[in-house]
């Protein structure tokens, strides 16, 4: 599983595309319905009580996804206790994603970093 983060707009879709050489066909914005690609994984957290089934659903149906979230950690802590709470379950996702992906890549102004693989 490769995962890729960065801030919105920073182009991990465009790059995703390019990274797998697959179209917008195989993408998904909600893990339950599963695809190679899954966009907008922030958006997804913040409804979602328990991600764990649906993301390990997600990950035995297509061990080599690729996953976009954009960072939401960074910045001013927001006064909303239910925005905090989301923005800790993002940070925490992704700590967990990280450690059982292959790849991490943070893109910022679309540059690719690597973070974790080749």
């Known amino acids: 599983m490769t995962l890729i983060i960065g801030g919105a707009g920073q182009g991990k879709l465009a790059f995703a595309l390019r990274l797998t050489g697959l179209t917008e066909a195989h993408v998904t914005r909600d893990p339950r319905c599963p695809q190679p690609i899954v966009a907008g994984l922030a958006q997804w957290l913040r409804n979602a009580e328990d991600p764990w089934p649906a993301l ?7 061990p080599d996804a690729c996953l976009l979230c954009d960072e939401v ?3 001013v802590v927001p006064m909303d206790g239910g ?3 989301w923005r800790e379950r993002v940070g925490r996702t992704c ?6 992906a292959e790849r991490v890549i943070r893109l ?3 540059i690719p970093t690597i973070i974790k693989g080749a």
């Open 73 to 75: 950690g960074c910045g």
């Open 108 to 110: 910022y102004c679309g």
């Open 56 to 62: 390990n659903a997600l990950l035995a149906a297509y």
């Open 83 to 85: 925005d905090r709470r």
């Open 95 to 100: 700590c967990a994603l990280a450690e059982r």
